[in-house]
DNA sequence: GCCGTTTTCGGCCCGACTGTTTTCAGTCG
């Protein structure tokens, strides 16, 4: 994704974080963020649009569009600045503190002076908050709670830990007999590469049942909040999880609601109030016409426009909602199910990894909605180790678990030699190849190729000479060192390797490891170029670390036409099963099974990987 | 400030929980 695209992204959402901080109208502060959002995700570079051309991105009129043309001339946007120079660095930081917002952290700089995450710290040590309106006892307990979860690394942990988490809990509460449903919901349903807190759905007549088995788990070290159908715990290990529990009649409007994205749920509750709809957790309701939004048409239409007339008769039978829950008003259309809700505003069903208002609503009221790739579309791995290199496992042990697994084919790529600390020679990958072949005989539904992982050296040459390297079925390479070349060596480097005729797929391309290493700044505009025209695949690397490429890019790089392999660079039996996350992740690319290669049957992947190269057409 | 298979003006998602306050603002998701 181009740099300039996030630049502008943070920059807006810092204007917008400022706004609300300086209280401006409420209305303005969301509009900026919605534009931040459209702006980082944008397909097409900002800084070579012109102001129509920024006004073609969703949420961006006039004055945002001045404000980007403004920038790239400038360097920086004047309203900004203006705010900045009202409001320090370290007052926007505040709002970063759980229970801290925009409102309460302007009201400690204006009353107190307090500017920074230490300057509050120091108020607290010296009871300088006392007496300050709404800042109790209670108050600054929090806030020093809240200040030692912001120092504690980020927050955010990475797919498979989140999911180990929510499944434990899962099945703890499912266990309940009180329990009729139970599932995660949130950022982890959706399949973000990284997950904040844990969003935890459940149906039940008795909730507080649930909610008391939530906070006796042995892994729950404090609970946050607990209320009559809410419960927020914090795990042994730091994590939040939030527990909330409906009527069962509720479950398909709850758990669309707390699967979110929160920009979704806005996108599919303004489309229900156009319909003089209300959609909240507990179903989708009708509004009686005294409430509706859009008066000015009922007005028209003689219906009553305010006032305390009787509601409109509907044509159907009336039936009286049952359900406990705050809407006293409207009846009940639906609720049971997901489909049903999106069904009743119009739309099909929504993959959850689609919801991230990224044009899914667009697609889905257009009918272009894609059929993203499924787990169950994949027919094999591409890219897997075993103990010959780094894996833990024999070669033995995880040709037998892709055989469990059903799969068509399936990969051996163990590292080249030039990833020295793998020691590996000629010799040993020959023999490895010879194994695998004998190996085959014992699993004739199962195809196995065998392939390697090269290394993509600094000038991109890679491993071995073409005459060996065509003794392979498939090649993956990878960049495992010099993550800092310069952007063009770097760059260079990825195309050459794309260059190269024996080269299949490129492995992990960015070579970032969540939370650990930052991506290699490659012009991926043109790798992605170089891919499409060489008929090299770009990796979906499935491992949590990982997750590489990722969601934006996918959604940038599809665009050229590239292909893909979802793959889990397992070193694991285990690992195996990561390949979930890589189908996440390829969903959130909107990626579908014509684009990943390894849904592909067998003949059609072999074409692929022959690359166009002479003389290795089999009869 | 943006936006319109109802609108070029008049709206802008909705509810739970907490803490502090006596009826609600702020925060969060």
């Not at 009527?247 to 609601?257: K, M």
């Not at 979704?264 to 509750?269: G, L, Q, S």
């Not at 507990?282 to 426009?305: N, S, W």
């Not at 070669?395 to 697994?405: G, L």
Request: with cysteine; aromatic share 6%.
């Amino acid at each position: 994704m181009a740099r300039p695209n996030e630049q502008v992204g943070a920059l807006l959402q810092e204007y917008a974080d400022l706004v609300a901080i300086t209280g401006g109208a409420p209305y303005r502060a969301r509009v900026y963020e919605k534009a931040a959002r459209s702006v980082a995700g944008h397909h097409l570079d900002v800084s070579t649009l012109d102001a129509a051309g920024l006004r073609e991105i969703p949420n961006v009129g006039d004055s945002i569009a001045a404000k980007v043309v403004e920038y790239f001339r400038t360097g920086r946007i004047e309203e900004v600045e203006r705010l900045r120079a009202r409001i320090p660095a370290g007052v926007r930081e505040l709002t970063q503190i759980p229970t801290l917002g925009p409102r309460k952290a302007m009201m400690l700089y204006d009353e107190r002076g307090i500017a920074s995450v230490q300057d509050l710290l120091d108020a607290l040590d010296a009871g300088r908050l006392r007496g300050l309106k709404g800042f109790g006892p209670r108050t600054e307990e929090n806030l020093r709670h809240g200040i030692t979860l912001l120092r504690q690394a980020g927050g955010r942990v990475t797919l498979d830990v989140a999911m180990e988490l929510a499944e434990e809990v899962v099945a703890a509460l499912s266990a309940l007999p009180q329990c009729e449903r139970c599932t995660y919901a949130g950022s982890l349903r959706r399949m973000r590469e990284t997950v904040g807190d844990l969003d935890i759905l459940a149906a039940s007549t008795k909730p507080r049942s649930l909610m008391k088995a939530l906070t006796g788990l042995s892994l729950v070290s404090e609970v946050i909040a607990h209320g009559d159908t809410k419960t927020s715990v914090r795990t042994t290990a730091g994590m939040q999880v939030d527990l909330r529990v409906v009527p069962p009649e509720s479950w398909g409007a709850a758990l669309q609601y707390f699967t979110g994205s929160k920009a979704h749920n806005v996108r599919t509750r303004e489309i229900a109030v156009r319909q003089d709809l209300k959609l909240s957790e507990y179903g989708l309701f009708t509004v009686p016409p005294a409430q509706r939004r859009h008066r000015r048409k009922a007005t028209l239409t003689g219906e009553p426009a305010s006032g305390e007339g009787p509601p409109a008769e509907s044509t159907e039978p009336t039936e009286p909602a049952e359900e406990s829950g705050p809407p006293e008003a409207g009846e009940l259309v639906v609720s049971k199910s997901e489909q049903e809700v999106y069904a009743r505003i119009g739309l099909p069903w929504i993959p959850p990894t689609l919801r991230e208002d990224r044009g899914e609503i667009e697609a889905a009221r257009d009918g272009t909605l894609p059929d993203v790739v499924t787990e169950q579309d994949i027919r094999g791995d591409l890219h897997t180790h075993t103990d010959l290199t780094d894996g833990v496992a024999p070669m033995t042990e995880m040709v037998a678990a892709a055989a469990e697994r059903g799969y068509d084919y399936y990969a051996v790529t163990d590292h080249a030699p030039n990833l020295y600390m793998q020691r590996m020679t000629d010799e040993k990958m020959l023999a490895q190849r010879e194994q695998l072949h004998a190996l085959a005989k014992r699993y004739p539904h199962l195809t196995l190729l065998h392939g390697t992982e090269l290394n993509i050296d600094p000038d991109g040459e890679v491993d071995w000479p073409a005459d060996f390297l065509a003794g392979f079925d498939i090649c993956v390479a990878s960049v495992h060192s010099h993550f800092n070349q310069t952007r063009a060596q770097l760059t260079r480097r990825l195309v050459r390797a794309c260059e190269n005729p024996h080269v299949n797929v490129i492995g992990h391309p960015t070579a970032r490891l969540i939370g650990h290493r930052q991506p290699i700044d490659v012009d991926l505009e043109a790798v992605y170029e170089a891919c499409a025209d060489t008929g090299t695949a770009l990796e979906v690397n499935a491992s949590p670390d990982r997750l590489d490429l990722n969601d934006e890019h996918l959604l940038a790089a599809r665009r050229h036409g590239v292909k893909f392999a979802v793959d889990t660079d397992a070193h694991a039996v285990a690992h195996l099963d990561y390949l979930r996350y890589g189908v996440g992740t390829a969903q959130r690319g909107w990626l579908t099974a014509g684009d990943v290669i390894n849904t592909w049957p067998l003949r059609r992947l072999r074409t692929f990987l022959r690359k166009g190269r002479k003389g290795r057409e089999k009869p």
